[in-house]
């Protein structure tokens, strides 16, 4: 079993920053990677970024222009650098892990966390 727990989401204003975090514990030998993904309301699920803990990262839609991941392999923590934060950010973001690979698809990923709510106000 391997447990998620994600922080570091908020409320901010327009163009502004958060960083996210999560931390992954338990057995995460099996486990090769983190991705992000948000919901907002009554939308999908959407993918955001990936990381493994050695090395790679892989970007959704357009994210890269503003969102970075980065990651603490030692620790199992992953990063999402969240900048010029729009209205259309607000959601939940979840952390996952996987031990498949870097992907987009949520279904490659094995253990979820259960989200930190971001929400840009204007």
């Known amino acids: 079993q391997v447990e998620l727990v994600e922080s570091g989401g908020g409320v901010v204003q327009v163009g502004g920053s958060l960083r996210l975090s999560c931390e992954a514990s338990?057995?995460?030998?099996?486990?090769?990677?983190m991705g992000w993904f948000r919901q907002a309301p009554g939308k999908d699920r959407e993918f955001v970024a990936a990381?493994?803990?050695?090395?790679?990262?892989y970007y959704g839609g357009s994210f890269k222009e503003r969102f970075t991941i980065s990651r603490n392999s030692a620790k199992k923590i992953m990063y999402l650098q969240m900048n010029s934060l729009k209205i259309e950010d607000t959601a939940v973001y979840y952390c996952?892990?996987?031990?498949?690979?870097?992907?987009?698809?949520?279904?490659?990923?094995?253990?979820w966390g259960q989200g930190t709510q971001v929400t840009v106000s204007s």
């Open positions: 338990g057995r995460t030998f099996g486990t090769v990677a």
């Open positions: 996952a892990v996987s031990s498949k690979g870097i992907a987009g698809d949520a279904r490659m990923y094995d253990y």
């Open positions: 990381g493994g803990w050695s090395d790679g990262t």
